[in-house]
């Protein structure tokens, strides 16, 4: 089974910039007990402008079996305030 890439690209207004932080904490904190979550993090851009949200499955079925509870545990969370734009997403298979 090849391994899946699950990125969003956020584009965070200033002023939500540790509101949304705070949010991948949460889910960094819940992601210690989702089977096949091999890794989980954020990078940012140094402007600040672009915070990208990865995790790395052991799957694509890990990632369907367990993202649900993953992105509850931030189910609510006005991201559409917090941000300059709608954020982007794409699910990545390994290939190398």
Known sequence: MARVLFQVVHFPKPEYRADMLAAMAVIRETSARIDGLDEIGAFEEPDGSRIVAISV????????????????????LP???????PAESATLTQVA
């Open 79 to 85: 991201f559409d305030v917090w941000e300059t734009r």
């Open 57 to 76: 499955w052991a799957s694509l079925e890990a990632l369907e079996a367990g993202s649900a509870e993953l992105f509850a545990s931030i189910a609510g």
